[in-house]
Nanobody, 126 residues
Framework: QVQLVESGGGLVQAGGSLSLSCAAS??????????MGWFRRAPGKDREFVAA????????YYTDSVKGRFTISRDNAKKTVYLKMNSLKAEDTAVYYC?????????????????WGQGTQVTVSS
């Protein structure tokens, strides 16, 4: 079993920045076997992919709408993944979820992700 705990959400003005963290733990969790992703769900919309990273090589993958604004990174020693969000827009308002993919590949395919955190709210005021 893998546990994921997000933190760092909050309220920010448009154009501002916010950083999210996701700490992973669990007896069977081996960072070399997983990739980590961030997803979000805006009010009235489906959950969508934001960014993903491979634990071992650090390769990353982003959805087009956040490229150049968001950066995903990881700290292997702390088993923590981060999402740094710059130039935030009102349309970035959503609950952000951290997820672990057992495929080990940083994909945007939601079904690749087996474990999910509880989510953290990000609200961007315009």
């Amino acid at each position: 079993q893998v546990q994921l705990v997000e933190s760092g959400g909050g309220l920010v003005q448009a154009g501002g920045s916010l950083s999210l963290s996701c700490a992973a733990s669990g007896r069977t969790f081996s960072i070399s076997s997983y990739a980590m992703g961030w997803f979000r769900r805006a009010p009235g919309k489906d959950r969508e992919f934001v960014a993903a990273i491979n634990w071992s090589y650090g390769s990353t993958y982003y959805t087009d709408s956040v490229k150049g604004r968001f950066t995903i990174s990881r700290d292997n020693a702390k088993k923590t993944v981060y999402l740094k969000m710059n130039s935030l827009k009102a349309e970035d308002t959503a609950v952000y979820y951290c997820a672990a993919s057992h495929t080990g590949q940083p994909t945007g395919v939601i079904n690749d992700y087996r474990y999910w955190g509880q989510g953290t709210q990000v609200t961007v005021s315009s």
